[in-house]
């Protein structure tokens, strides 16, 4: 088989259906797998790209990378972008940038193999199963860095793998990354008090005081998905986005557009949790669904009230995928409050190639001991979970 590697300078010039029959290959296709990751969505991705929160003004420009078969069928894909800057990867590299500098060097541009903004743990090298995967995954790293050569970028950066694509990139001689989030675990329950039950006592009494403080002042929380989210609610979640965020990171990533286009293109797999109190909605966060799991990604407030924010973003999503048959909950970067909510920890990845052989020499290092840290901070986390051990109440 031949293949043809080409270059989109952004989504419109990829077929919905074409890029999705790459990123969401299907149940039968991806057996025991997350077969819809709604961040690889042609939908997710082209309202970054439509809404402009991505593009050469926000320093993320879209150089996405295909593979063809001889008949011009798309047969895999990388979302990948040129990137002038490190903000918005939750994967830093801002000191290697800073060496880099230092030396002589010049760190940017990079490439960029992410979805922008969203720190979830999903397929990057878009690719079906089936007896060509593993070509299809060479020619793409193979288009990957001839564009790196093309563009002058000093390093490509593929961030929150799975183990197919981590495999895939470090056999190409790419060099591995490892860092943690917290995820909450389905073990089969069937209801919020099923799970309190896993718990050790102290914990389940801690979080019944956190729901019921959360709530104590009339506030009362609402989920909203599919026809049911309006433009009136865009408005009032973008308004807790936008003071939230700006407090937070100073310059928040996403636009209103990018709210109406992702309404437009997918409710249904978007969940508002809205919190109302004497009439208005006074916070919100917003998840994603795929198949077999939820995404926590934004939340916002204008008003402060003790345990909304663990009630909104943690308990409520907890609450949904138990409702919905959901059996893990992704609640985004970093966060070890998440460990006493009955979050676990888990290690993510990355994969990194980096053309200057003495900076190359001098991540690996970094990267080999920061593995082995991060390994050792997984264990001792989960050490301290607040389930029950044995008889433990």
Same mark, same amino acid.
């Given at each position: 088989?031949?293949?043809? *590697?080409? =270059?989109?300078?952004? %989504?419109k @010039?990829?077929?919905? +259906?074409?890029? &999705? ?6 149940q ?45 069928t ?18 830093f590299d801002h ?22 903004f ?15 995967? *593993?070509? =299809?995954?060479?020619? %793409?790293? @193979?288009?990957?860095? +001839?564009?790196? &050569? ?38 089969d ?17 801690a979080?019944?005081?956190e ?20 433009e ?8 807790f ?6 407090r ?14 992702i ?11 809205? +919190? ?35 009630e909104?973003?943690?308990?409520q999503?907890?609450?949904f ?7 893990r ?12 909510r ?24 970094y990267?080999d ?25």
């Amino acid at each position: 088989m031949t293949f043809q *590697v080409k =270059i989109a300078q952004g %989504l419109k @010039a990829v077929p919905a +259906a074409a890029w &999705d029959s790459c990123a969401l290959p299907g149940q039968e296709l991806n057996p025991g797998g997350e077969p819809f990751n709604p961040f690889v969505s042609h939908a997710f991705l082209s309202a970054l790209e439509d809404s402009g929160c991505v593009g050469p003004k926000t320093g993320w420009t879209p150089l996405h990378v295909l593979v063809e078969d001889k008949a011009g069928t798309l047969v895999g894909a990388t979302p990948c972008y040129l990137k002038s800057h490190s903000l918005g990867e939750y994967v830093f590299d801002h000191a290697w940038a800073d060496a880099y500098t230092r030396a002589g060097g010049h760190y940017y541009p990079k490439l960029q193999v992410a979805v922008p903004f969203t720190p979830v743990t999903g397929p990057r090298l878009l690719v079906p199963p089936g007896p060509q995967a *593993v070509d =299809i995954r060479a020619h %793409l790293i @193979a288009g990957l860095r +001839a564009l790196r &050569d093309q563009t002058g970028a000093s390093s490509i950066h593929a961030t929150f793998l799975q183990e197919a694509d981590i495999a895939a990139f470090t056999s190409n001689g790419f060099l591995r990354r490892d860092d943690q989030q917290f995820h909450w675990f389905n073990d089969d329950y069937e209801t919020f008090e099923d799970f309190l039950a896993a718990l050790a006592s102290r914990k389940r009494k801690a979080i019944r005081r956190e729901r019921r403080e959360a709530l104590a002042s009339g506030i009362t929380i609402e989920w909203l998905t599919g026809a049911a989210i309006t433009e009136a609610h865009w408005d009032a979640f973008f308004a807790f986005y936008m003071d939230t965020g700006s407090r937070k990171w100073g310059r928040p990533y996403l636009n209103r557009r990018f709210f109406s286009l992702i309404g437009e293109r997918m409710a249904d797999r978007v969940l508002l949790v809205m +919190a109302k109190r004497e009439g208005r909605y006074i916070a919100g966060a917003i998840n994603f669904i795929g198949n077999k799991r939820l995404y926590g990604r934004n939340w916002g407030c204008i008003e402060d009230h003790p345990f909304l924010h663990f009630e909104v973003c943690y308990y409520q999503a907890i609450e949904f995928a138990i409702a919905h048959g959901l059996d893990r909950v992704e609640a985004g970067a970093q966060g070890e409050h998440k460990l006493a909510r009955g979050y676990r920890p888990v290690i993510t990845s990355s994969a990194h190639d980096i053309a200057d052989p003495g900076l190359r020499r001098a991540v690996k290092a970094y990267l080999d001991q920061e593995r082995r840290y991060v390994s050792e901070a997984v264990d001792e986390l989960a050490s301290a979970s607040p389930f029950r051990h044995g008889d433990e109440e």
